[in-house]
Structure formats: structure tokens, C-alpha cells
């Protein structure tokens, strides 16, 4: 099965073979892994890293908060293939925290696999991409606050990992729930932090 059949368990063994293989992973390696066939991996598989044991490696949500930021822009400016730079390709994990992680979150893809699919294919298209691409800046953008209360940094990144499997499986019924769940997400952050 293909990525765009929505493959996410493959996707992730994918990644965890090569956390196995190498001892140290760069970015620059994750994205030659994922491949560049649509956006949604380029969203999902950094949420996902957040989202799992080593994202509690401190500096790192906010790190991966940035390299979000980054592809969202790009897919908000029309990029076909999207780019890092040089210093963001070679940051590296331990490539056995990697392998762990992603073992980790497979079941959970194992079961988003079943119950995602090509739905509202035109949701998952421009200009609709373009909202999809602003709602993770903003998500990601909650990141380096939220990350000094532990786990607090899982909700904004767990709605990105929503919004990359969307895209990733053509699901626009996934891309509505999962804008549905950031506007509350945001809503939230924003009313707690209001001042009394």
C-alpha cells in the first residue's frame, strides 16, 4: 500500500528500521525516509516524533514546532517540494530513541489506518490546504509555552498529527474534525490565558 492509500503503519516502521539501523538519525534522514509524495507526512511524522517518548527530550517540541512551521509555510506559499535548510537537516536523535517511538505510536496507526480513507478528497485541496497549513503554524506556535508544563505540548501536536494524516490519506472528513478540534484547542490556550 501505497503512502497516499494511507499506509501510516508502514510509514512509521519505515522510520523505525531506521532508527534501528543507524545509531544516530538526522532530520535530513527522516525526511529522505518519508519521501516527498505528498505534504501530509511532512506534517505527521514530526507531530508524531513530539508525540511519542522522545518528545520529552527537552528543547525538542520546540525544535519540532519549528521544523512544522517551516513545511506549513512553505505548503501556504505553493511550494511543490518542500525545503530545509542545511542546519535543520542535520540535527539528529539517538536512533534508538527513534525506533522506540515510533513503535510505540504504531498500534495507534494501525487503527488510524482502518478508519481513515479517501473522503471530501477536495477538502484535502487548495485553498483548503492553505487553512490546513495556518491552523498548524498556530498550533505549532503554542509549542515553546507549552512545553514548559510537561505533556501540555501533546494537544497542539496531536491535532497536527490529525491534520498530516488527513492529508496524507486524502480524508477531508479527518481534515474538518481535525479543524474543529484546533479551533477548540486555541480557543482554550487563549481563554486560560487571559488575564482574571
Same mark, same amino acid.
Given at each position: 500500500?501505497?503512502?497516499?492509500? =494511507?499506509?501510516?503503519? /508502514?510509514l512509521? /516502521?519505515?522510520?523505525a528500521? $531506521?532508527g534501528?539501523?543507524?545509531?544516530?538519525?538526522?532530520? =535530513?534522514q527522516? !525526511?529522505?525516509?518519508v519521501?516527498?509524495?505528498?505534504?501530509?507526512p511532512? @506534517?505527521?511524522v514530526p507531530?508524531?516524533?513530539e508525540?511519542?517518548?522522545?518528545?520529552?527530550?527537552?528543547g525538542l *517540541?520546540t525544535?519540532?514546532?519549528?521544523?512544522?512551521?517551516l513545511?506549513a509555510?512553505q505548503?501556504?506559499l &505553493?511550494?511543490?517540494?518542500? #525545503?530545509?535548510?542545511?542546519?535543520?537537516?542535520?540535527?539528529?536523535?539517538k536512533?534508538d530513541?527513534?525506533a522506540a &517511538?515510533m513503535?510505540?505510536?504504531? *498500534? %495507534?496507526?494501525? #487503527?488510524?489506518?482502518? %478508519?481513515t480513507r479517501p473522503r @471530501? !478528497?477536495?477538502?484535502?485541496?487548495k485553498p #483548503?490546504l492553505?487553512?490546513?497549513?495556518i491552523?498548524?503554524?498556530? $498550533?505549532?506556535a503554542?509549542?515553546? +509555552?507549552?512545553?514548559? +508544563?510537561p505533556f501540555?505540548s501533546?494537544?497542539?501536536m496531536?491535532?497536527i498529527a490529525m491534520i498530516g494524516?488527513a492529508? @496524507?490519506?486524502?480524508d477531508?472528513l479527518l481534515? +474538518?474534525l481535525?479543524?474543529a478540534?484546533?479551533?477548540?484547542?486555541?480557543?482554550?490556550?487563549g481563554?486560560? $490565558? @487571559?488575564p482574571?
Amino acid at each position: 500500500m501505497s503512502q497516499d492509500e =494511507g499506509a501510516l503503519a /508502514d510509514l512509521l /516502521d519505515r522510520l523505525a528500521d $531506521l532508527g534501528e539501523q543507524e545509531t544516530s538519525v538526522t532530520v =535530513g534522514q527522516i !525526511r529522505e525516509a518519508v519521501g516527498d509524495r505528498s505534504f501530509g507526512p511532512f @506534517l505527521l511524522v514530526p507531530a508524531l516524533v513530539e508525540i511519542s517518548p522522545v518528545g520529552a527530550i527537552p528543547g525538542l *517540541p520546540t525544535a519540532i514546532a519549528a521544523v512544522i512551521t517551516l513545511f506549513a509555510t512553505q505548503i501556504l506559499l &505553493g511550494r511543490d517540494h518542500l #525545503w530545509l535548510p542545511a542546519f535543520v537537516e542535520r540535527r539528529s536523535m539517538k536512533g534508538d530513541k527513534l525506533a522506540a &517511538g515510533m513503535r510505540k505510536v504504531r *498500534p %495507534v496507526a494501525r #487503527w488510524a489506518d482502518r %478508519v481513515t480513507r479517501p473522503r @471530501l !478528497r477536495w477538502l484535502t485541496k487548495k485553498p #483548503w490546504l492553505s487553512v490546513a497549513a495556518i491552523a498548524c503554524i498556530g $498550533l505549532a506556535a503554542t509549542t515553546p +509555552v507549552l512545553e514548559l +508544563v510537561p505533556f501540555a505540548s501533546t494537544i497542539p501536536m496531536a491535532v497536527i498529527a490529525m491534520i498530516g494524516l488527513a492529508l @496524507l490519506t486524502r480524508d477531508g472528513l479527518l481534515l +474538518v474534525l481535525a479543524a474543529a478540534t484546533a479551533l477548540l484547542a486555541l480557543g482554550g490556550l487563549g481563554f486560560t $490565558l @487571559l488575564p482574571l
